[in-house]
């Protein structure tokens, strides 16, 4: 073992392909892979398929390749590399044992191959089938005597259990050896290098992965399952949490602080009950997340025990940041990188967890969903596959049971079982006895924008300027997206598919509050624009000066032409004729002096961007950190009030467009392209909710952009932390994004950038993946609309950052489409926000009934009950709410049927007297005044 020789760094093709057909060849379902810089990879049905991927990913020079250990039922999702639930058939038992030495930070692990196999050996587990040198380590390989096929050969359960039990066996083998060995390898979904290829973790330093021993016996899932379970320690059963009175739930009742709000009360929904299981781990491995290590120290959460370190899928020990902090064995956990796109930096439950991973943070959905999955109803796979013991207590505390809520009155209705469909069933802490939890009606989470698929420059660019400017990192990565095809102007397509084509530009709109520096973002990203607008208006103002001078002595030809041609005598008039009509000629020939070059335009009248758009080739761009463009195109700043969005919906489509010109006549553009991006204001958004006339929002207009409404850091920012974006950075992205104005924006024909095969499969699979969801009962069936263009929208994105890149490339290969595809679901969160903050999503309008619920709040005594007048005297002198007392008795009722507040009955005594009518009363949740905790 010690003389195995790493002298090679070619990768081996024959090897591959005899490991594959080995490995594969009788194992039903697709053969996973993936390799660094795309994670979610790909699934192919055949062993030679599967080399012909690799061999391309050899040919790249990617640092590594790995294949998933078990089969996958179908192709994924773009995006998903795939959890256990997708596993279809499992071939063998694997470890996967780290050896020191470069790329290896660990000082525990063992220090040669001979030890390392020692993990193995002296286990107590059977003898191996395969082995193999990764280049970094040992991968141990025993295999069934037939691949294991998932629900008809072996229970999934039964195989994550024995794939987790195995790994445990070699957890305690390495203890006793004194060495560092990772358990958390041992999820279904475990990808491992593939023999035959190359190991360039550490650059200067490549391996190659290669197969050692190999023929070795097999064995059945039942031999294997009594080994491992004769050599594990025998475990005291579980102590369950106390159960006092776990199982009451309220029953629903008619009166308002009962009926409409939720169907479980307390931390016994749901998501409170996969707390109680420490459940955090269950629910990272559905989602393939691998456990690393135990973290040694200190965590402010466990205290001096330490917690565990997790692996989001693609995690590289070189590149990536530190993941995930698992505390007290599984219940809470800390995320710290924000490439999976989960809130960094705050402690969440395993309710919040399953929350955000599946359900873009909206915990009544989950808690829902995992209700349907207890319940045997159509639920998401990730709640399907939670533990059983977790879906049985479900089951059990949400069969409802009467309950007692007020001593008053004892003999309301009994319970019957809980509705998986209906209420708000989030998990929640204890309220009054006379309250249920409301149905939540703030701002749902959001994820943070993944800057990995960025790519290594504009990404740091991005998170610079975001650092600079202490901002979140969304708000400059939607202007540099748009500052990319701005700089492109017009003159790229991409061509995803014969018949289906794209112009290259973006509308993104990023929104946030006043004094977020949203001006300090747009200048810092535009700076290379406005240098290369300068450099092109040098060098076309001479060229003016040439024009209109030779135009002058052209017109002055004429006019003696003309002259002469007056006063020419009859044997002569023809002739003059001719002279004038040549002279005509020649000025027409001549032409208007061209306009100064704009690369781009903040404040613009709808009227004037065709106009301005003809002087450029018919290309503009409007980047602006105002909501001008907004009140302009809506016609609330100028004109009748009436939108004007007729020009800016065809130049994003690329269309021809008349132009009328006051001083010059009417011109046809044979393809117009208009590029946005903004930066404003809630209000702006808001605005478009009120308006008397809402063409804008049926029109296609804002559901063509990408939207982006980060958390905001006022109130948190230290004037003392930002710092500077870096030159090197800056001179990067500026060098980058002046080559796109000289190669592109000052080309003469468009250049057409075509969609590789592997770029078009990620494009398929990804409409394939969208198609059901904008259905009846799709999850984005409310902002169809909006999701319908999202295909669309990610080929645009794909082609500009493969230009950002690469300003000669006439190709979009599969990594970028699939590194666009990997944004989709920040885009749809985002754009459920947005569209609901503007109305245009009509089943969500709930800005009113949030600025009502914000004045409560803000009362000197919020506890104390409240009338209608209160309410309509509180709102319309804070907010100016448009609508008047009719909107904001409209919004008080919402917030009744949600929870929120509770009407009074009437006083009996007044019935009948004379006077003004009483304003009707409303009780407060407590809530509004004494929030509970976070679970």
Same mark, same amino acid.
């Given at each position: 073992m010690s003389n195995m020789t790493t002298a090679s760094v070619l990768a081996d093709n024959s090897v591959t392909r005899d490991w594959l057909k080995a490995q594969f060849g009788e194992a039903a379902g697709l053969i996973a892979l993936s390799c660094v810089g795309d994670w979610s990879g790909t699934q192919v049905a055949s062993a030679d398929e599967a080399l012909g991927v690799i061999a391309r990913w050899n040919g790249q020079g990617v640092a590594g390749i790995y294949a998933r250990a078990t089969t996958v039922r179908e192709r994924l999702a773009p995006g998903r590399r795939g959890g256990a639930a997708d596993t279809h058939t499992v071939i063998d038992m694997w470890s996967d044992i780290d050896i020191a030495g470069p790329g290896h930070k660990d000082q525990r692990l063992p220090v040669d191959e001979d030890q390392a196999l020692r993990v193995y050996t002296e286990s107590g587990l059977p003898p191996h089938t395969q082995l193999i040198h990764s280049g970094g380590g040992l991968y141990v390989r025993t295999s069934f005597t037939v691949p294991l096929v998932v629900g008809e050969d072996v229970d999934l359960d039964e195989a994550a259990r024995l794939a987790a039990d195995w790994q445990r066996v070699l957890g305690l083998s390495a203890e006793r050896l004194g060495v560092s060995y990772g358990t958390g390898v041992g999820d279904l979904s475990r990808v491992l290098r593939v023999p035959g290829t190359v190991n360039r973790k550490v650059p200067t330093n490549p391996r190659p992965c290669t197969v050692v021993e190999t023929g070795g016996p097999r064995y059945s899932f039942t031999e294997l399952r009594e080994t491992v379970d004769r050599i594990l320690p025998k475990a005291p059963s579980p102590r369950r949490p106390d159960k006092t009175d776990a199982t009451r739930l309220p029953s629903r009742q008619t009166d308002r602080r009962h009926g409409s709000v939720s169907s479980v009360s307390g931390n016994r929904g749901p998501l409170g009950i996969l707390g109680e299981h420490n459940a955090v781990p269950d629910v990272l491995e559905g989602a393939g997340w691998s456990y690393r290590e135990q973290s040694p120290g200190q965590c402010r959460v466990c205290g001096t025990g330490g917690c565990q370190l997790w692996s989001y899928p693609g995690w590289d020990a070189q590149t990536s940041g530190t993941g995930a902090n698992v505390h007290k064995g599984g219940a809470a956990i800390t995320v710290w990188s924000e490439t999976p796109g989960l809130p960094t930096g705050q402690v969440m439950s395993a309710g919040q967890l399953f929350a955000h991973l599946h359900h873009g943070g909206d915990e009544s959905e989950a808690a829902r969903d995992i209700l349907r999955a207890a319940h045997g109803r159509n639920s998401t796979t990730a709640a399907a596959m939670l533990p059983e013991a977790v879906l049985a207590e479900v089951r059990e505390a949400t069969t409802e049971r009467p309950r007692v809520t007020d001593k008053t009155d004892a003999t309301r209705d009994g319970g019957r079982d809980a509705d998986p469909e209906g209420g708000s069933v989030s998990s929640v802490s204890?309220?009054?006895?006379?309250?249920?939890?409301?149905?939540?009606?703030?701002?749902?989470?959001?994820?943070?924008?993944?800057?990995?698929?960025?790519?290594?420059?504009?990404?740091?660019?991005?998170?610079?300027?975001?650092?600079?400017?202490?901002?979140?990192?969304?708000? %400059?990565?939607?202007?540099? #997206?748009?500052?990319?095809? @701005? !700089?492109?102007?017009? *003159?790229?397509?991409?061509? $995803?598919?014969?018949?289906?084509?794209?112009?290259?530009?973006?509308?993104?709109?990023?929104?946030?509050?006043?004094?977020?520096?949203?001006?300090?973002?747009?200048?810092?990203?535009?700076?290379?624009?406005?240098?290369?607008?300068?450099?092109?208006?040098?060098?076309?103002?001479?060229?003016?000066?040439?024009?209109?001078?030779?135009?002058?002595?052209?017109?002055?030809?004429?006019?003696?032409?003309?002259?002469?041609?007056?006063?020419?005598? %009859?044997?002569?008039?023809? #002739?003059?004729?001719?002279? @004038? !009509?040549?002279?005509? *000629?020649?000025?027409?020939? $001549?032409?208007?002096?061209?306009?100064?070059?704009?690369?781009?335009?903040?404040?613009?009248?709808?009227?004037?961007?065709?106009?301005?758009?003809?002087?450029?080739?018919?290309?503009?761009?409007?980047?602006?950190?105002?909501?001008?463009?907004?009140?302009?195109?809506?016609?609330?700043?100028f004109g009748n009030g009436s939108p004007d969005t007729t020009f800016a919906l065809q130049a994003y489509d690329g269309k021809a467009v008349p132009v009328h010109r006051v001083q010059r006549g009417s011109t046809e553009l044979t393809a117009a392209h208009l590029t946005l991006g903004l930066l404003v204001q809630p209000v702006i958004l808001q605005g478009l909710a009120r308006s008397e006339d809402d063409e804008v929002l049926h029109n296609g207009f804002v559901q063509r952009p990408l939207y982006s409404y980060p958390e905001s850091n006022l109130g948190q920012r230290d004037p003392r932390a930002a710092v500077p974006v870096p030159e090197t950075v800056e001179a990067d992205y500026s060098m980058r994004i002046k080559a796109l104005v000289s190669k592109l924006w000052e080309a003469e024909a468009p250049r057409v950038l075509t969609f590789t095969p592997e770029a078009n499969e990620f494009m398929y699979r990804f409409e394939e993946h969208l198609e059901p969801r904008m259905g009846h009962l799709g999850d984005l069936r409310p902002i169809m609309s909006w999701a319908s263009k999202l295909p669309a929208k990610l080929a645009r994105i794909a082609a500009a950052l493969t230009l950002y890149d690469n300003s000669d490339a006439t190709e979009v290969t599969g990594p970028y489409m699939a590194a666009a595809v990997s944004m989709a679901p920040y885009f749809i969160a985002h754009a459920r926000l947005c569209l609901d903050l503007m109305g245009a999503n009509r089943e969500a309008q709930l800005t009113p009934g949030r600025d009502v619920l914000a004045w409560l709040r803000a009362r000197d005594k919020p506890a104390e009950p409240f009338s209608l007048r209160d309410a309509q005297r509180g709102v319309q002198k804070k907010w100016a709410l448009e609508g008047g007392a009719d909107a904001i008795r409209a919004a008080v009722d919402h917030l009744e049927d949600l929870g929120w507040v509770a009407r009074q009955p009437a006083d009996p005594a007044r019935e009948g007297k004379p006077g003004r009518k009483p304003s009707p009363k409303y009780d407060v949740h407590p809530w509004i005044y004494d929030p509970p905790e976070a679970s």
């Open positions: 204890e309220v009054e006895p006379s309250w249920d939890a409301p149905v939540p009606i703030d701002r749902p989470p959001v994820p943070g924008f993944p800057l990995l698929p960025l790519g290594d420059s504009l990404a740091r660019m991005v998170e610079a300027v975001s650092k600079a400017t202490q901002v979140a990192p969304d708000l %400059p990565a939607m202007m540099a #997206l748009p500052c990319i095809t @701005a !700089a492109i102007g017009g *003159r790229a397509y991409v061509r $995803i598919r014969p018949g289906w084509s794209e112009p290259v530009t973006l509308w993104t709109v990023g929104v946030a509050l006043p004094g977020e520096r949203k001006t300090g973002v747009e200048e810092r990203l535009t700076v290379p624009l406005r240098e290369e607008e300068i450099r092109l208006r040098a060098e076309t103002e001479p060229l003016i000066e040439q024009t209109k001078q030779r135009r002058r002595i052209a017109e002055e030809r004429l006019k003696d032409a003309e002259k002469a041609a007056v006063k020419a005598k %009859p044997e002569n008039a023809q #002739l003059a004729a001719d002279d @004038a !009509a040549l002279a005509l *000629r020649s000025l027409q020939d $001549i032409g208007e002096p061209p306009a100064l070059p704009s690369l781009f335009w903040g404040d613009i009248t709808p009227a004037a961007m065709p106009v301005k758009a003809s002087e450029n080739a018919g290309r503009g761009a409007v980047l602006d950190s105002e909501g001008v463009f907004f009140a302009n195109v809506t016609g609330r700043r």
